[in-house]
């Protein structure tokens, strides 16, 4: 079986960033993510279900994130799937599942230079910003409502 371990994400930041340094000086960002899911309902009723994901950016990639992201921004996560245990002073433990990110598409209007495109990535939902990062990126195929 192929090791495949490979996320990529759209949403809106549920907080502001935060910055810490490790022992050897290497800035690492943490935040927190909104991702909105559209679906029809046992009824055939339009619903939505929002998933929070945590996303961990090390190094250039973290100092990026901290000078330009703001909660309620929207980004595209491209990253992969970790897995790290904490430990409290009780001796109880919780395992923690978040993307470590290898790079992040800023989607807010002025982050990424469309200002003459007549669109506002802020209205946008996130199929929608997903769609748009597609042809940012180039992708051939895009997912389409129907298809989740």
Not at 65 to 87: F, I, P
Not at 91 to 112: C, M, P, Y
């Amino acid at each position: 079986m192929p090791e495949i371990n490979c996320v990529l994400i759209a949403g809106n930041l549920t907080k502001d960033p935060t910055l810490r340094k490790t022992a050897n000086g290497i800035p690492v960002a943490n935040f927190c993510i909104a991702s909105n899911r559209k679906y029809r309902d046992a009824n055939n009723q339009w619903s939505e279900d929002v998933c929070y994901v945590g996303v961990v950016a090390w190094s250039k990639l973290a100092e990026s994130c901290m000078e330009k992201l703001h909660r309620g921004n929207a980004v595209l996560v491209d990253g992969e799937l970790q897995s790290r245990t904490l430990h409290n002073d009780d001796g109880f433990s919780r395992t923690v599942v978040e993307i470590k990110a290898h790079r992040i598409q800023f989607l807010n209007k002025l982050d990424i230079g469309f200002e003459s495109d007549g669109f506002d990535i802020e209205k946008m939902n996130v199929q929608e910003c997903t769609d748009h990062a597609a042809v940012i990126m180039d992708v051939p195929e895009k997912i389409q409502e129907q298809d989740l």
